[in-house]
């Protein structure tokens, strides 16, 4: 994070970085970060893991069960998405 000319350098200001750019949580709470990109129009998102390999498969697992399909419905207009639920 230093290399972002400066900006990030220290661990509060790494942190407002990650706030502010990346949406981490378990799969209701990226639905509901993700939901205000879909509604403005967004149609693609790059999603990336760290990690040890295992996490990192079981999140692309979750990402692919739980957020797409919720994103997917919305996007379609179904309120009701599965993962939806932040809680």
């Known amino acids: 994070i230093h290399y972002l000319g400066g ?4 661990p509060d200001r790494a942190e407002e970085f990650v706030r ?3 949406a ?9 970060r993700l939901k205000e990109y879909v509604r403005a129009g967004v149609q693609h998102f790059n999603f990336s893991w760290v990690g040890e390999s295992a996490v990192g498969r079981r999140s692309m697992e979750l990402v692919a069960q739980e957020v797409l399909p919720a994103l997917r419905a919305l996007s ?12």
């Open 7 to 10: 900006r990030y350098t220290s």
């Open 20 to 22: 502010k750019t990346c």
């Open 24 to 32: 981490v949580g378990p799969p209701g709470v990226l639905v509901e």
């Open 76 to 87: 379609l207009g179904e309120e009701s998405a599965p993962g939806g639920d932040a809680s």
